[in-house]
C-alpha cells in the first residue's frame, strides 16, 4: 500500500545532542510537511518543501532544520534539543487538497 | 489570518448513538476546503472527511457526515451509530482551495471523543 512512513517511531536523545528523524512516501507526492504536535495540541507546521523548493514557517525555530534529497525522503534535524523540544513530530505528503500523515516519531530529550 | 475553533475540548457519547462535533472558522475568501481528521492514541492521523466550500451538498462517508454552514462558517461532524473505534482526537482543519498543493492545514484545538460501552 502507498503510504507515509517515519523512521523511527520513537526516538531518546540527550539534551543537547543533535537527532536526525525520517520520513519516506511511495504516493509520490511533490509536497511533503514537518509538523511539531505538543501533547493533547494541534499540530504546528515547521515547515514544507514543494519539490526541491524548502519553505520554512515565520516561528520555526533556527534549531530545526530540514533535508530532501530526492522525492521519496525528507529529514528533520534538529541540532541541539532542548526539552521543550520533547514532542511528536509528524511527516505528511501531499499533490492536491489532502494532506496524508504518517505515524509520527515521540522524541524524547532527556 | 484564517482561524479555526473547535469550542468543545472533550465530548462522551454512548455506543450505538449519534455525537456531534462543533467546528467553526473564520476567512475571507470564497474558496476553501474544510476537513475533519481523526488522530486515535498513540496511533495516526487520517482524513475523516472533506468539504469543498464551492459546494452546497453536504458531504458523507459512511456513518460520519457533516452539517456546512457556509453563511455562518460552520463546519460540524456527526458521527452516528458510534464505536468504539471512533474514541479519538477530532480536529477540523481549513485549508485555502487556490495556490495548490502547498497550502498549509490550520487547525483546530481537537475535541477529545470518549465512547462509552
Not at chain 1, 45 to 54: A, N, S
Not at chain 1, 76 to 87: E, F, K, N, T, V
Not at chain 2, 57 to 76: G, I, L
Request: net charge positive; proline share 5%; hydrophobic share 35%.
Amino acid at each position: 500500500d502507498a503510504m507515509v512512513i517515519q523512521n523511527p517511531r520513537y526516538q531518546v536523545t540527550q539534551f543537547g545532542k543533535p537527532v536526525t528523524l525520517s520520513c519516506s512516501q511511495t504516493l509520490n507526492h511533490n509536497v511533503m510537511y514537518w509538523y511539531q504536535q505538543k501533547s493533547s495540541q494541534a499540530p504546528k507546521l515547521l515547515f514544507h518543501y514543494y519539490d526541491k523548493d524548502f519553505n520554512n514557517e515565520a516561528d520555526t525555530p533556527d534549531n530545526f532544520q530540514s533535508r530532501r534529497p530526492n522525492t521519496s525522503f525528507c529529514f528533520l534535524d534538529i541540532r541541539s534539543p532542548g526539552l521543550g523540544d520533547a514532542a511528536m513530530y509528524l511527516c505528511a505528503t501531499s499533490r492536491a487538497r489532502e494532506q496524508f500523515f504518517g505515524p509520527g516519531t515521540r522524541l524524547t530529550v532527556l | 489570518a484564517q482561524t479555526v475553533t473547535q469550542s468543545q475540548p472533550e465530548m462522551s457519547v454512548q455506543e450505538a448513538e449519534t455525537v456531534t462535533l462543533s467546528c467553526t472558522y473564520d476567512t475571507s475568501e470564497s474558496d476553501y476546503y474544510l476537513f475533519w481528521y481523526k488522530q486515535p492514541p498513540s496511533r495516526q492521523m487520517i482524513l475523516v472527511i472533506r468539504q469543498e466550500a464551492y459546494k452546497q451538498q453536504n458531504a458523507t462517508e459512511n456513518r460520519f457526515s457533516v452539517n456546512f454552514q457556509k453563511a455562518a462558517k460552520s463546519f460540524s461532524l456527526k458521527i452516528s451509530d458510534s464505536q468504539l473505534g471512533d474514541a479519538a482526537m477530532y480536529f477540523c482543519a481549513y485549508r485555502r482551495g487556490y495556490g495548490g498543493a502547498t497550502n498549509k492545514l490550520i487547525f483546530g484545538t481537537g475535541t477529545l471523543l470518549a465512547v462509552q460501552p
